[in-house]
């Protein structure tokens, strides 16, 4: 099979997806909207910043013309931060074919409306086959080829049995899943508890606490997406405790060393600008907290998260506070609304 397959994105997971089509025996071209960034790419054939090491095969090629990428593209694969999916859908709107398959790999939620990344394509691109390709991937080992396993997401099985072809390799195990709405939640959600995580790990907390956080944050997760309509059996898979786990115990995760510092005493902004990635986990918190007043949804982990990234409250306080929450049965309490 040679697809012709567009990457709009050309970061570490964009270009960690590039190698692993271009190595399928895909003809793949990458945008990135900035020159200097294509320039390095061609001229080292390896993104030098954010996925040092990893050769790009000769097989892709680089290009700054949106036009030039999408317009003959069969699949085009949506590799941008949550916050600008919206723009670049609108963008690429006006060059894709009617039949063209897009690929959403961005994990978060729309800020200010709290809409899924495949709602937000589905308002600017109409009639788009979507997939959500979501689960434990680091870029910089998929982009090394490490044994992965991950998710193709979409209410169109076909369209995400195609995908499944397409990325399917020795080292990269897809499966598929009809449920978009519980993927996508995972994804995004589980950036909120690594965040979480780092900042535990910050404040010079154990294994204890960050077992805690997990146990309890997926069922915060598990809560919030059910009531949206999601299955929870998809949570106990690869895009729900699956991506938990690799991003919250794993050095390679943004969130994690963004929350890591904040633990430290630093403040989100900083933290950020240390880092020097995008954090989707601070604007999705900002997101879940909405959505999840709006819902009417209990998720105590995930409000404490967004009083001390955007309130300013002292993270010792807010563990004090979680902890000492009014007493609660276990197994009841993973049945009940409010926590």
Same mark, same amino acid.
């Given at each position: ?21 271009? +190595? ?11 020159? $200097? ?27 700054? $013309? ?24 609108? $963008? ?63 209410? $169109? ?19 598929? +899943? ?135 409250? +002292? ?10 929450? +009014? ?13």
């Amino acid at each position: 099979m040679n697809k012709k397959i567009s990457i709009i994105g050309a970061g570490s997971w964009g270009t960690a997806l590039a190698v692993l089509l271009a +190595n399928n025996g895909m003809s793949v071209t990458m945008w990135s909207i900035f020159e $200097d960034e294509i320039k390095m790419l061609n001229e080292k054939r390896e993104h030098v910043h954010k996925l040092p090491g990893v050769i790009v095969p000769e097989n892709v090629t680089f290009t700054s $013309d949106l036009e030039k990428a999408v317009c003959d593209a069969e699949v085009v694969v949506v590799v941008v931060p949550s916050q600008t999916v919206r723009q670049t859908a609108k $963008d690429i709107s006006k060059y894709i074919r009617d039949d063209t398959v897009i690929v959403s790999c961005s994990k978060g939620l729309e800020e200010g409306t709290g809409l899924r990344m495949s709602e937000v394509i589905g308002q600017e691109i109409k009639d788009a086959k979507t997939v959500i390709l979501s689960g434990p991937s680091h870029a910089e080992e998929v982009g090394r080829g490490v044994p992965t396993a991950i998710v193709a997401a979409s209410c $169109d099985i076909k369209a995400a049995e195609l995908i499944q072809d397409i990325f399917m390799s020795p080292e990269f195990r897809v499966y598929t +899943n009809t449920d978009v709405v519980g993927v996508e939640l995972g994804g995004a959600l589980k950036n909120v508890i690594a965040l979480c995580a780092g900042i535990s790990d910050g404040l010079g907390f154990g294994d204890n606490t960050k077992a805690a956080l997990m146990t309890r944050g997926i069922t915060e997760i598990s809560r919030l997406g059910v009531s949206m309509g999601a299955n929870p059996q998809t949570f106990a898979g690869l895009t729900g405790i699956g991506d938990l786990i690799v991003t919250c115990t794993s050095m390679h995760s943004r969130n994690r060393r963004a929350g890591i510092l904040i633990g430290q005493g630093k403040s989100p902004q900083e933290a950020m600008d240390e880092v020097k990635m995008v954090v989707e986990g601070v604007t999705t918190t900002k997101a879940a907290y909405e959505l999840a007043r709006k819902m009417d949804v209990a998720m105590p982990i995930t409000f404490e998260a967004y009083e001390v990234l955007f309130n300013g409250k +002292n993270p010792r306080q807010a563990v004090y506070d979680l902890m000492m929450r +009014n007493k609660k049965n276990e197994v009841e309490e993973l049945d009940a609304k409010w926590l």
